[in-house]
C-alpha cells in the first residue's frame, strides 16, 4: 500500500471520477455540477487526468503525443506514474481539508483504454493500481455512455487536433465502451452509467439526482 494513503484523514471529502469514451460530455459537467455544489456550501477541487499537478501534466505532454508511440505497458506505467504524483499532491490533500474532488478520467481509463482497448492484461493494471494507490478508490464514479459514432462526431465537431488516442479505429473505441460498461457492471456500488447521449440539461439533471441518492447531498437542478 502506498505510504501516502490516510484514509481516516480523508474521511471528510468525497472523491468523484466521471469516465467514458471520447467526447462523452465530461468536461461538460464537471464545471456544470462543480458550481451546483459550491452553491450547496461544498467547497471543490475539480481536477484532471492524465495530469492535474505539475509532475503529472509532464508526463501528460509526453503521453498525449501524436507521433509518440509508447508500448502499452510503458504507457500504463506512465499513466500510473502521473497518477500517483496527482493522488499524493493534489488529491489527497485535497480530501483531507474535506473537499469534494471532482476528478475527469482516473484509473478506469487506464483499465479501458490500456486493457480493454490496447490489449494489457487486466491483472497487471491491478497490480500497478495497488502499488500507486494500495486500497483507495473513488467513493463514486460515473460512467458516461454513448455510441461510439457519436463520441467521434462529437470531436470532429470540436475540430481539434486529434491526440493519440481520438486517432485510433472505431474498434478500439467499441473496445473502450465495452471496457466501461464491464467495470460498471463489475462494481455497481461504485459506479454508476450516466447515458451521455441526452441533452446537456438531461445530462445535468441525472448526475444530480445520482449524487442526491448515492451520497445524500440536494443541489438544485
Ligand atoms: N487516457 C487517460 C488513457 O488512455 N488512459 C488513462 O489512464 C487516462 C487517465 C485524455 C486521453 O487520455 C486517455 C483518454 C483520452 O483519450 P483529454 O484531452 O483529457 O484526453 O480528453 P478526454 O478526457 O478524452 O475528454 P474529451 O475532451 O475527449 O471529452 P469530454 O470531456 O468527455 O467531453 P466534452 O465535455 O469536452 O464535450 C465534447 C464535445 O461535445 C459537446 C461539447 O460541447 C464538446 O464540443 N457536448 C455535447 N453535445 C451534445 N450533447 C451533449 N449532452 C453534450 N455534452 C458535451
Not at 482516473?106 to 493500481?129: C, H, K, P, V, W
Not at 473513488?138 to 459514432?149: H, K, Q, S
Request: net charge negative; hydrophobic share 40%.
Amino acid at each position: 500500500m502506498c505510504s501516502g494513503v490516510l484514509p481516516d484523514a480523508m474521511s471528510a471529502g468525497k472523491f468523484i471520477t466521471f469516465e467514458g469514451g471520447e467526447g462523452a460530455g465530461k468536461s461538460t459537467q464537471i464545471s456544470r455540477v462543480a458550481e451546483k455544489i459550491e452553491q450547496a456550501g461544498i467547497s471543490v477541487f475539480t481536477t484532471r487526468e492524465p495530469g492535474g499537478s505539475p509532475g503529472a501534466e509532464t508526463i501528460r505532454r509526453l503521453l498525449l503525443d501524436p507521433v509518440k508511440n509508447w508500448d502499452v505497458p510503458t504507457e500504463a506505467l506512465l499513466h500510473f506514474a502521473a497518477r500517483a504524483d496527482h493522488y499524493t499532491t493534489r488529491i489527497a490533500p485535497a480530501l483531507r481539508e474535506g473537499k469534494w474532488v471532482l476528478c475527469d478520467r482516473f484509473a478506469d481509463s487506464t483499465r479501458a483504454y490500456q486493457g480493454y482497448g490496447l490489449g494489457l492484461n487486466l491483472e497487471a493494471i491491478e497490480m500497478l493500481y495497488d502499488i500507486s494507490l494500495g486500497d483507495f478508490k473513488p467513493d463514486l464514479t460515473l460512467i458516461f455512455d454513448l455510441p461510439v459514432e457519436t463520441g467521434m462526431e462529437r470531436m470532429r465537431a470540436r475540430g481539434d487536433s486529434p491526440d493519440r488516442y481520438e486517432q485510433m479505429d472505431k474498434d478500439f473505441h467499441g473496445r473502450l465502451r465495452k471496457g466501461f460498461l464491464d467495470i460498471a457492471a463489475r462494481e455497481p456500488d461504485r459506479c454508476q452509467i450516466i447515458d451521455a447521449l441526452q441533452d446537456m440539461d438531461a445530462v445535468t439533471i441525472a448526475i444530480v439526482a445520482c449524487l442526491s441518492e448515492r451520497l445524500g447531498v440536494r443541489l438544485s437542478v
